[in-house]
């Protein structure tokens, strides 16, 4: 059974800081990983997503992949308030049948401070 | 491009009862999941339409269940309701790999 995992926080940053939200997943043949954005009481949004080792930047936001230490992460740069959320890694398994399902963790909670 | 449409947003159903919610895709995506989250277990899979076909089912009992239609649309069923299926449904919609998810139907079950 694949597992994902995270620290629940709260992460709490300054604003304008950078936040740094991890995660480690068991399932060495994984490949690809999402990170999503949820606001209380909303939908997760995907954010990030990445496929190979090393990183991926996009705006303030850089998800970082090391294989090796099955090991995610998601660097916000120049945090703000808005970015305060509930941020969840998935990964995908694949299943029997030639479907897959996302496996979550339990997500970080990130408070930006003014 | 229009996003994925869940409806209704919100739900309250007695014990017992059943309750039908529906999920319509990106346009032009096969596969539509389901997934429950609840403050106390998270993100927990249903289950995994594919044209019509239903592919994957997580460990939830009988009473859940869903459908899809051929224009992808789909709709998951819960049958005699109980407490605990208080939660936010949330549908997924995946074209290659990525999955975006619609805004939920939160389900109060009195």
């Known amino acids: 059974q694949k597992e994902v995992e995270q620290n629940s926080g709260p992460l709490s940053v300054p604003e304008g800081a950078i936040a740094s939200l991890n995660c480690t997943y068991s399932d060495r043949g994984s490949q690809s990983f999402f990170w999503y954005r949820q606001y209380s009481g909303k939908s997760p949004e995907l954010i990030m997503s990445?496929?190979?080792?090393g990183d991926k930047e996009d705006g303030r936001f850089t998800a970082q992949l090391n294989k090796a230490s099955q090991y995610v992460s998601l660097l916000i740069r120049d945090s703000q308030p808005s970015d305060s959320a509930t941020y969840l890694c998935?990964?995908?398994?694949?299943?029997?049948?030639?479907?897959?399902?996302?496996?979550f963790g339990t997500g970080t909670q990130l408070k930006v401070e003014l | 491009k229009a996003g994925v449409t869940q409806t209704p947003r919100y739900l309250i159903k007695t014990r017992g009862q059943q309750v039908t919610l529906s999920c319509s895709p990106i346009s032009g995506h096969r596969s539509v999941s389901w997934y429950q989250q609840t403050p106390g277990q998270g993100l927990q899979f249903l289950f995994e339409?594919?044209?019509?076909?239903?592919?994957n089912k997580g460990n939830f009992p009988g009473r859940f269940s869903g459908r899809q239609f051929s224009n992808s649309r789909s709709e998951m069923n819960v049958s005699t309701l109980e407490l605990g299926d208080s939660a936010l449904y949330l549908c997924?919609?995946?074209?290659?790999?990525?999955?975006?998810f619609g805004q939920g139907t939160r389900l109060t079950v009195v």
């Open positions: 339409y594919f044209s019509e076909t239903q592919r």
């Open positions: 990445i496929y190979s080792n």
């Open positions: 997924a919609s995946r074209g290659l790999a990525e999955a975006f």
């Open positions: 998935a990964a995908p398994d694949i299943l029997t049948g030639g479907g897959n399902k996302l496996t």
